[in-house]
């Protein structure tokens, strides 16, 4: 179960939730068969538990939301986007440690 902060974004709530969020956005491009992407997700409860409301975590299931995949270009999964003030600051693919994460999202307050 997903950390209870963490936002599952759609093409409908992604203007309110990433790009007209005033704190900085971590987007995970995910999907349900892909066992790196379930090795990450933890770790995405951890960052979402320490960093409070100083960032927002979010999730983008990929086969659900192709239309947001496509938008990104999104070639592969995990994909971790880093965003700030509706732009894209960063982006990874594979899996990030906990540590790394809540250091970028820092770097973007």
Request: hydrophobic share 45%; proline share 5%; with cysteine.
């Amino acid at each position: 179960m997903a950390h209870p902060s963490i936002v599952h974004l759609t093409g409908e709530n992604f203007i309110d939730e990433v790009e007209q969020s005033s704190v900085p956005v971590i987007i995970d491009f995910w999907s349900e068969h892909c066992g790196p992407c379930k090795m990450l997700s933890p770790v995405l409860d951890e960052v979402a538990e320490e960093i409070g409301g100083k960032a927002k975590v979010t999730k983008v299931d990929v086969m659900a939301n192709r239309d947001l995949a496509v938008k990104f270009g999104i070639r592969a999964v995990p994909t971790l986007i880093f965003m700030k003030d509706g732009e894209v600051k960063e982006t990874k693919t594979g899996i990030m440690l906990k540590d790394a994460i809540v250091e970028k999202l820092a770097a973007l307050a």
